[in-house]
């Protein structure tokens, strides 16, 4: 694989053909923004002629600090949301050295800066936010919550098609601890909601929900809701709800931001309740498209295990690991992620670990066809047994902790499931269990 610097003082890739192309696939060419660890560069399809942005990742900047955690969830968060309304992860390349995320190119830049040069009509406001909305509920519906929606992470192609950007600080719904809420505290000051501030955790859901009605505001006002500078003022002002809207907004938008603003998240609006608001209505069109589109199955329909791409070997989507790209020896917590190889059929699997929950006192919260969770005797645990196809012959079934006491899940897996399943594990010469 080829180690391909690019940019200079100037922003420019000094390389243009086909030999000097990053993996002789793609060709870089101008810096379009610049971070502590990560350059983004647009760049071409040679093959196929087609715009791409480029996200060349150091992995000495990142590997053993938080930011290796963020970057493996954006890869993986993006990997699987498939939707118009969101940026599209093309392909996802590494060397020793760097990681680089291939991404769809949106021409038209961030809303910040388009809602920056002034505010705009209500009926512009109004389509934005349909447009943010309908990728906001798909991403709930897939169990994403992005946590830092903001003008500057929406993106607008040269079509005025909305992008939703930067996954950076998204969480999973197997982050969720026992009390079924979030509890890590992240986002821009001027667009996290309340309870966030209460450090009593919160609903991934309902604080996007506020934060995209900081954003509708900002778009039809053209300024914040919430403002000071200082800083604790202004978090004061958003604890309580304090916000005035601009002469110019209808009764019915000052009605519906109230609404998504209700600082009481049991009583602020939902996606459902905002899909059928009249204001929201207004001239709304529903998103229609397919996933196959897209290259990917609905769940709904997809009634056998997963059969593994390239990416997702290297990944393992099912359980987000990509530490295959970024080479860190170190694992933060290597009892909570483990797996084999079965050359067992997977209703046998499903049963034998159904069998074993029932011995052990473990009751199972979730099942399907390719998976099961089970939650341990005293719900101070959750085990999430994930299942997808390797080969024709072959599966991989990955165990990993979703929720609860470490000790206590490590206690289970290594002492009374793991022995009890050695019987399933595939035997060839290439087996390996992971965290051996």
């Known amino acids: 694989m080829p180690e391909i610097e690019r940019g200079s003082g100037s922003g420019a890739a000094p390389a243009t053909s086909s030999e000097k192309a990053l993996f002789g696939k793609y060709e870089l060419g101008r810096l379009l923004g610049c971070g502590a660890f990560a350059k983004v560069y647009h760049a071409r399809n040679i093959r196929t002629g087609q715009s791409v942005a480029i996200k060349a990742i150091c992995k000495k900047k990142i590997v053993g600090s938080n930011l290796m955690a963020n970057v493996k969830r ?24 760097k990681i680089y995320c291939v991404m769809e190119f949106v021409k038209g830049g961030e809303l910040f800066a388009k809602v920056a040069k002034g505010r705009f009509s209500e009926d512009l406001s109004r389509r934005y936010f349909q447009q943010l909305i309908s990728a906001v509920g798909y991403c709930h519906s897939r169990g994403v919550f992005h946590r830092d929606l903001k003008p500057e992470n929406l993106l607008v192609d040269e079509n005025g098609c909305l992008k939703v950007s930067d996954f950076g600080l998204s969480a999973l719904t197997d982050q969720i601890r026992l009390d079924g809420l979030l509890h890590t505290l992240c986002g821009t000051p001027a667009y996290v909601a309340p309870e966030i501030l209460t450090k009593k955790g919160y609903d991934g859901a309902k604080v996007d929900v506020w934060s995209c009605g900081v954003i509708l505001f900002v778009l039809n006002a053209g300024y914040l809701p919430f403002n000071d500078p200082n800083l604790m003022a202004m978090y004061k002002k958003i604890y309580k709800g304090e916000f005035r809207c601009p002469k110019w907004t209808s009764p019915d938008l000052k009605r519906f931001l109230s609404r998504l603003l209700d600082t009481n998240p049991n009583t602020r609006i939902t996606v459902d309740e905002i899909l059928q608001d009249p204001w929201f209505r207004k001239g709304y069109k529903e998103v229609k498209f397919h996933e196959e589109d897209f290259g990917l199955k609905s769940e709904k329909e997809d009634r056998s295990p997963t059969n593994l791409n390239a990416f997702d070997i ?39 670990i159904e069998e074993i929950a029932e011995g052990e006192n473990l009751t199972v919260n979730w099942k399907k066809e390719w998976g099961v969770d089970l939650q341990g005797p005293n719900g101070n645990f959750i085990i999430g047994v994930q299942i997808d196809r390797l080969t024709h012959d072959l599966v991989v079934v990955e165990v990993r902790r979703r929720a609860g006491d470490a000790a206590a899940y490590a206690a289970a897996w290594k002492d009374k499931l793991r022995p009890a399943l050695a019987g399933l594990m595939f035997q060839g010469p290439e087996t390996q269990v992971a965290g051996d």
Do not use: W
């Not at 939707?83 to 590494?94: C, D, F, G, M, S």
């Open 74 to 97: 954006e890869i993986s968060i993006m990997r699987r949301l498939q939707h118009p309304h969101i940026v599209k992860l093309y392909e996802v390349l590494a060397t020793k050295t």
């Open 314 to 352: 290297i990944s393992f989507s099912s359980g987000l690991n990509l530490s295959g790209l970024f080479n860190d020896s170190s694992r933060s917590s290597p009892d909570d992620d483990e797996r084999f190889v079965s050359a067992e059929p997977v209703e046998k699997i499903i049963e034998k």
